[in-house]
């Protein structure tokens, strides 16, 4: 992967790159909360370089009057030649 693969949807037009996406999810600035997901079901190519998990995702804010948002996500994993796994596609939807 280049830096420019990856695909991320999560409202408006799609962001495109590692650091798109990283700047689009606040960059450096301090976390406004915690991401939690979890896959509902998993597919996998039987030539055992791609996949994809779709499941639910949990938003709990930093400030504790804030109420945590919660969706679903798709994302399509690809695996690299040095065997790690990375998201090319993301997709979510919140509740």
Same mark, same amino acid.
Request: aromatic share 10%; glycine share 16%; no cysteine.
């Given at each position: 992967?280049? /830096?420019?693969? !990856?695909?991320?949807?999560?409202?408006?037009?799609? =962001?495109?790159?590692?650091?798109?996406?990283?700047? @689009?999810? &606040?960059?450096?600035?301090?976390?406004?909360?915690?991401?939690?997901?979890?896959?509902?079901?998993?597919?996998?190519?039987?030539? /055992?370089?791609? !996949?994809?998990?779709?499941?639910?995702?949990?938003? =709990?804010?930093?400030?504790?009057?804030?109420?945590? @948002?919660? &969706?679903?996500?798709?994302?399509?994993?690809?695996?690299?030649?040095?065997?790690?796994?990375?998201?090319?596609?993301?997709?979510?939807?919140?509740?």
């Amino acid at each position: 992967m280049d /830096g420019k693969d !990856g695909l991320s949807f999560d409202g408006g037009e799609p =962001k495109r790159g590692a650091d798109t996406i990283y700047q @689009s999810h &606040g960059g450096d600035a301090p976390p406004h909360g915690v991401l939690a997901w979890e896959p509902a079901e998993v597919f996998a190519a039987s030539g /055992g370089d791609m !996949g994809v998990t779709w499941g639910h995702w949990v938003m =709990k804010p930093n400030d504790s009057a804030k109420k945590a @948002s919660t &969706g679903h996500y798709v994302t399509v994993w690809r695996k690299e030649a040095s065997g790690e796994w990375k998201g090319i596609v993301d997709i979510g939807d919140a509740d």
